[in-house]
């Protein structure tokens, strides 16, 4: 194994974690701030970093979100680590799942921060990739990194946006941000794409929006 590969794996992992550390507020087990969900919000606790607003029912498409990104990104990190493929039939069955899943929320971030049809792109590349390698017309090892990147879309934006955050602190010149102004409420809840969709039914959500986001509309 690479030091590369070693390198990519750990990036991964880490990913995953930090993914998984948002749950807590996706599923109610940590209070909602006022200002609504937001793409960092384990960071503003931390040092005060505001990030993009979700606009995503917490948990409809949140957290099964990202427990399934963190899930992918695991699973391959631990193929690069392997070097196995006994298990890529599990990799590209939650691959698949994933990518049906991020349809009703398809004008989500990222394609609502850049007015780029990307979500929409991720979908097609994921679906016709896994149709590639049953299909036997692509590698599997190429096909799993293929999925593994287009996933990286979005964290990777939320990265950056960090990242320019860390570099202006340390140039001092970074503002800490109030979770209490005034005109900072959350968005309004995307619920379009649930019309019809049975765990919606199932589990009595409304147009109305999620009960936590509520709290300063």
């Known amino acids: ?58 948990v409809l498409f949140l957290a099964p979100h990202t427990i399934m990104g963190s899930s992918l990104l695991i699973m391959y990190a631990l193929h690069l680590r392997k070097k196995e493929v006994a298990d890529s039939s599990y990799f590209f069955a939650l691959a698949l799942v994933f990518a049906l899943h991020v349809i009703p929320e398809r004008a989500g971030i990222p394609t609502r921060v850049t007015g780029l049809p990307l979500n929409q792109i991720a979908v097609g ?11 036997h017309v692509l590698p599997i090892h190429v096909g799993m990194m293929t999925v593994v990147l287009v996933c990286l879309t979005a964290p990777i934006l939320e990265l950056s946006k960090v990242l320019s955050c860390i570099f202006k602190m340390i140039q001092g010149t970074y503002e800490r941000t109030s979770p209490d102004e005034p005109a900072d409420a959350p968005m309004t ?29």
């Open 189 to 217: 809840r995307n619920m379009g794409g649930y019309s019809g969709c049975p765990f919606a039914k199932a589990m009595d959500v409304t147009l109305q929006g999620y009960p936590s986001d509520k709290q300063k509309e």
């Open 1 to 58: 194994m690479t030091t590369l590969a070693i390198a990519f794996s750990n990036f991964l992992l880490f990913l995953a974690v930090y993914n998984l550390s948002k749950l807590p507020w996706y599923l109610g087990a940590a209070p909602i701030p006022s200002y609504g969900l937001e793409t960092s919000i384990p960071l503003h606790p931390l040092f005060g970093y505001r990030s993009l607003k979700l606009w995503s029912h917490p």
């Open 125 to 135: 590349m994921i679906l016709s990739t896994i149709a590639l390698v049953f299909a």
